[in-house]
Nanobody
Framework: QVQVVESGGGWVQPGGSLRLHCAAS????????LAWFRQTPGNDKQLVAS???????YYTNSAKGRFTVSTDSTKTTLDMLMNNLKPEDTAIYYC????????WGPGTQVTVST
């Protein structure tokens, strides 16, 4: 089994920055993807950015140029530095580990407002 936990959410003013941290543990092996999704009330989770165990990154249009994902030497963490945050970035952010089976963390709230 795999466990996933997120941290680093909070409140920030528009234009500010936050760094989210995701840590996966347990039976992690083979090829897998770590990804950040976000969800607003009444909507499905939407992909924001991801990294594979081969260090290939992917960003959606909403993240390109503002968000940067990185991992560490264990390749079991996924940090996401979010710059120039906008009110529309307000959401619950979830980390997902996927190796064919998806495991989600409990989520962390990000609020961007004045």
């Amino acid at each position: 089994q795999v466990q996933v936990v997120e941290s680093g959410g909070g409140w920030v003013q528009p234009g500010g920055s936050l760094r989210l941290h995701c840590a996966a543990s347990g039976s992690i092996r083979g090829f897998y993807t770590l990804a950040w999704f976000r969800q607003t009330p009444g909507n499905d989770k939407q992909l924001v950015a991801s990294i594979t165990s081969l260090n290939t990154t992917y960003y959606t249009n909403s993240a390109k140029g503002r968000f940067t994902v990185s991992t560490d030497s264990t390749k079991t963490t996924l940090d996401m530095l979010m710059n120039n945050l906008k009110p529309e970035d307000t959401a619950i952010y979830y980390c997902q580990h996927s190796d064919g089976r998806a495991t989600w963390g409990p989520g962390t709230q990000v609020t961007v407002s004045t």
